[in-house]
């Protein structure tokens, strides 16, 4: 095993593949509605990703389970995917993740959201479902740096996350991170430093990315007027190095939830790669097949 992928503990866990249903709760972040800020992350733009806004979170999951009986799958995953899914009070919260569990073929739930708008009394209830479904809570980090996370308007902070990390342990729930390799005026040693930072945590689950800039952003507005002075975005050859760096650092049984991230054709602006994902995983694979690169490789 070169790297342990998300489709593999899914095959391990349940003995067959296991797709995601996204949902949109309609929740918002604190550093959107003024609480912590506005205008939200600076790269991020929903749209990119959210396709079921309107529906009933009930509707969404059938909808989702519909779509994908039609392709021969039998097993699911709640996905709370768009914005910060614990950023609402504790009846609200209990409820959407009540009214998402309608079909015994569901195995698991996974919650995005931000370290900074977690409590007890949310992870107490899902303690409550870990023996009928896999549960991982979703954290974005993005970078291990504070001076990153301020250019980049987290609103949070690096200690935020980490207590975050601990509280969720502290109740027996899995987590996921997510890393973006390539953020506004890092060198190469401090991104490979945040996956450090994580696998020092003993985080569950890592999902990279690679930042692309897409329209409609704070972060496309400064790169268009060119107000990012002295940055340059990674290349693919340059984040493949990283990527592959950064894993040898992960323990081996730490899930790779994602290798690269990707964004619609018609809101990105830059880069230009991958052209293809299926393309750019046997190229990360060659590199660490020809470079001896492997996952846990310094971390045994």
């Keep these: 095993m070169v790297i342990y992928t998300l489709n593999?503990?899914?095959?391990?866990?349940?003995?067959?593949?296991?797709?995601?249903?996204?949902?949109?709760?309609?929740?918002?972040?604190?550093?959107?509605?003024?609480?912590?800020?506005?205008?939200?992350?600076?790269?991020?733009?929903?749209?990119?990703?959210?396709?079921?806004?309107?529906?009933?979170?009930?509707?969404?999951?059938?909808?989702?389970?519909?779509?994908?009986?039609?392709?021969?799958?039998?097993?699911?995953?709640?996905?709370?995917?768009?914005?910060?899914?614990?950023?609402?009070?504790?009846?609200?919260?209990?409820?959407?993740?009540?009214?998402?569990?309608?079909?015994?073929?569901?195995?698991?739930?996974?919650?995005?959201?931000?370290?900074?708008?977690?409590?007890?009394k949310k992870l107490q209830f899902l303690t409550q479902l870990i023996d009928r479904y896999d549960i991982f809570m979703e954290y974005g980090l993005q970078s291990a740096h504070d001076k990153t996370l301020k250019f980049i308007n987290r609103g949070h902070s690096v200690d935020d996350f980490e207590k975050a990390v601990l509280l969720t342990k502290s109740f027996g729930l899995k987590i996921t991170t997510h890393l973006i390799l390539g953020l506004p005026y890092e060198t190469k040693s401090e991104m490979i430093d945040s996956t450090k930072y994580v696998a020092s945590l003993g985080i569950d689950a890592v999902k990279f990315h690679h930042l692309h800039i897409v329209k409609g952003t704070k972060l496309a507005e400064l790169y268009i007027k060119n107000q990012l002075k002295g940055f340059k975005l990674l290349t693919e050859d340059e984040y493949i190095e990283l990527l592959a760096e950064g894993i040898s650092y992960l323990k081996k049984d730490t899930i790779i939830a994602r290798l690269v991230g990707d964004a619609p054709k018609n809101l990105l602006i830059a880069p230009d790669w991958p052209?293809?994902?299926?393309?750019?995983?046997?190229?990360?694979?060659?590199?660490?097949?020809?470079?001896?690169?492997f996952q846990g490789k310094y971390n045994q």
């Design 8 to 120: 593999q503990y899914f095959k391990e866990k349940f003995g067959e593949k296991v797709y995601k249903i996204s949902i949109d709760a309609g929740l918002t972040c604190p550093n959107r509605d003024g609480t912590k800020g506005e205008g939200g992350c600076i790269y991020c733009d929903n749209s990119s990703f959210v396709f079921t806004k309107g529906y009933s979170i009930k509707d969404q999951v059938l909808k989702g389970i519909e779509r994908l009986v039609k392709k021969g799958v039998n097993r699911f995953v709640i996905y709370f995917q768009s914005y910060s899914n614990t950023y609402c009070n504790d009846e609200y919260f209990i409820d959407m993740i009540k009214e998402s569990l309608i079909d015994d073929r569901i195995v698991g739930i996974f919650i995005g959201t931000r370290p900074d708008v977690i409590n007890e």
């Design 275 to 293: 052209k293809n994902k299926a393309d750019f995983t046997n190229k990360f694979y060659s590199y660490l097949k020809n470079h001896d690169i």
